[in-house]
């Protein structure tokens, strides 16, 4: 094998680790924002239930 085709496999692994971190990191964002997306609806519906309960002051 001569440098060049060294070279160029190597620069091959590194691109696909590279889009293979990518893609899990974004995989990841995507998971973390649902799961905070859904304990904000859980607090905003806690909050909302809990007004509705409030007694008015006199």
Do not use: C, H, W
Not at 5 to 30: P, S
Not at 44 to 51: G, L, P
């Amino acid at each position: 094998m001569d440098i060049d085709a060294i070279n160029a496999v190597l620069g091959l692994g590194t691109l696909g680790f590279v889009l293979a971190f990518a893609y899990i990191n974004l995989r990841q964002t995507e998971e973390q924002l649902k799961a905070s997306r859904e304990r904000r609806e859980k607090r905003e519906q806690r909050a909302a239930a809990r007004v509705g309960r409030a007694v008015p002051a006199e």
